[in-house]
């Protein structure tokens, strides 16, 4: 294994020949690829990469979201990347290849930088063909800092972030979908109800038809304008859909509440 302590061309990362280069706690490390490789025959091994992989796409996905992932650069949980705090806090609630319920896509209260942070509860959702919809009410905090004030009436953004699994309790097959939306930030003191509503595209809603449960992840993020350490999250609310019943109900004229 090599380090590079000092690069003269710049940095680098990826497959380089038989060596890879990668960013590990602030140096650029080359490590070489193994000359052989042999597959695996044992099953028990088989089922450990299996579940990894499920893993490792859902810490992927939120990684692909600048909000989401900038949330968990953020947080206190120690890593060395926000992907790998997703990925390590999420891991362990990633169970015979499914995610369960009490995994997020926001960093949880317990590693929240700061205490003062907005909070959101939500009275229901409904499932259509178009789309997922949520009543919600959020209570954002205006910052106390004279100079944080401006970035008050900011829009906050709504994110939900759907895995869409083939079979009920083992996972043969999993898709994500993730959808984000604006909203105006409403009165301070406000305590009605408000909805989001997060639409499909045409792909994405054929896509949802060839599956059987939809888990959900919401949360809202309140990104800051100059300052990407400033960003505001609320916490993950879960939602389960089983797709199955949906489209029973659906043929009937009914909706998925």
Known sequence: MAIIDRPNVGRLRGKYGNSVIQRRFGKDVVSLRPDHYKPTESKKLIEVRKEFAVKVLYAKALNQNKLLIQCWKNCTLKSISGYHKALSYNSKYILNEVPTKECTITPPDLYYPDENKSKFLTSKYCFSGNGISF???????????????????????????????????????????????????????????????????????????????????????????????????????????????????????????
């Open 135 to 257: 009543d919600y009410k959020i209570d954002i905090l205006q910052p106390l800092n004279p100079e944080d004030r401006t970035n008050f009436d900011i829009p906050y953004v709504g994110i939900v972030f759907l895995v869409l699994i083939y079979s009920d309790g083992k996972a043969d097959r999993i898709s994500t979908i993730m959808i984000q939306q604006d909203v105006e930030i409403e009165e301070k003191d406000s305590d009605g109800y408000r909805k989001i509503e997060f639409k499909f595209t045409d792909e994405e809603k054929e896509m949802v038809e060839k599956y059987r449960l939809l888990r959900g992840y919401f949360a809202f993020v309140k990104p800051h304008t100059t300052n990407p350490k400033k960003t505001d999250w609320t916490s993950t609310n879960f939602i389960e859909v089983n797709l199955n019943d949906y489209y029973k109900d659906y043929k009937q004229g009914k909706e998925t509440k």
